[in-house]
C-alpha cells in the first residue's frame, strides 16, 4: 500500500499519509491510487478537481451541497491548514460533531471527507495552495452553508491573533439548525 489510512473518531473520516520517497533530488509520492482506497473499504469515484490559494487567516466554508452532496479528498500542495468536517448525516450518531485535522504541503497528508458533510478551513501559514477531488459535480443553485462559529457545533479553531478573513457569503451563513433544514 502506497498509503496509511487512518480513521477518525467519526465514522467515515480519515487522514491519509503517504509513503515518500525522497533522496537528494527531491521526492515522489502517489498522491491518490484507486487501489489504495478500495482496500481501505472506500469505495468512490472523482469527478472534479479544485485549487485555491488563500492568504493566512482566511476561513472559508463550511460549505456542502444538499441534494448532490460530495465527497472530498483534500490536501495542502503548498503551507499549512486547519480542516474541518462536520456531520451532517441524518441518521449519523455524529451529527454535528466535527473533527479537524492540520494538514500541510510538507507532510503530505490528506483528509478523506464522504458525502453527507460540511467543509471548512482556515489557513495557518502566510499562505496556502489548497487542492482537492470532488464525488460530484458543483452545483451552485444547491449550496448550503453553516456559519463557521456556530455555537450548537463549537469547533475549536486556532487562535492566529488576528481577526480570521472571511468573504461576504461565509459571514451571513445560517446556523446548524436552520443551515441543515
Known amino acids: 500500500m502506497a498509503c496509511t489510512f487512518t480513521p477518525c473518531a467519526i465514522d467515515g473520516l480519515y487522514e491519509i499519509t503517504p509513503r515518500i520517497f525522497g533522496d537528494t533530488r527531491g521526492y515522489f509520492f502517489e498522491s491518490y491510487s484507486e487501489r489504495d482506497f478500495a482496500n481501505a473499504g472506500v469505495s468512490l469515484r472523482f469527478v472534479q ?3 485555491s490559494r488563500s492568504i493566512k487567516g482566511v476561513l472559508r466554508g463550511l460549505h456542502f451541497q444538499k441534494q448532490y452532496p460530495q465527497g472530498k479528498l483534500v490536501q495542502v500542495l503548498e503551507g499549512e491548514v486547519f480542516d474541518v468536517a462536520v456531520d451532517l448525516r441524518p441518521h449519523s450518531r455524529t451529527l454535528g ?4 485535522i492540520r494538514l500541510n504541503g510538507e507532510k503530505h497528508n490528506q483528509f478523506y471527507i464522504p458525502p453527507g458533510f460540511a467543509h471548512g478551513f482556515l489557513v495557518l501559514s502566510e499562505t496556502a495552495v489548497f487542492s482537492y477531488k470532488c464525488t460530484d459535480f458543483y452545483h451552485p443553485e444547491d449550496e448550503g452553508g453553516i456559519i463557521w462559529n456556530d455555537p ?3 469547533i475549536i479553531w486556532p487562535d492566529l491573533g488576528m481577526d480570521y478573513i472571511l468573504s461576504d457569503k461565509d459571514q451571513k451563513l445560517p ?3 436552520r443551515g441543515i433544514a
Open 97 to 100: 460533531q466535527w473533527q479537524g
Open 49 to 51: 478537481d479544485n485549487q
Open 152 to 154: 450548537e457545533i463549537r
Open 175 to 177: 446556523g446548524f439548525s
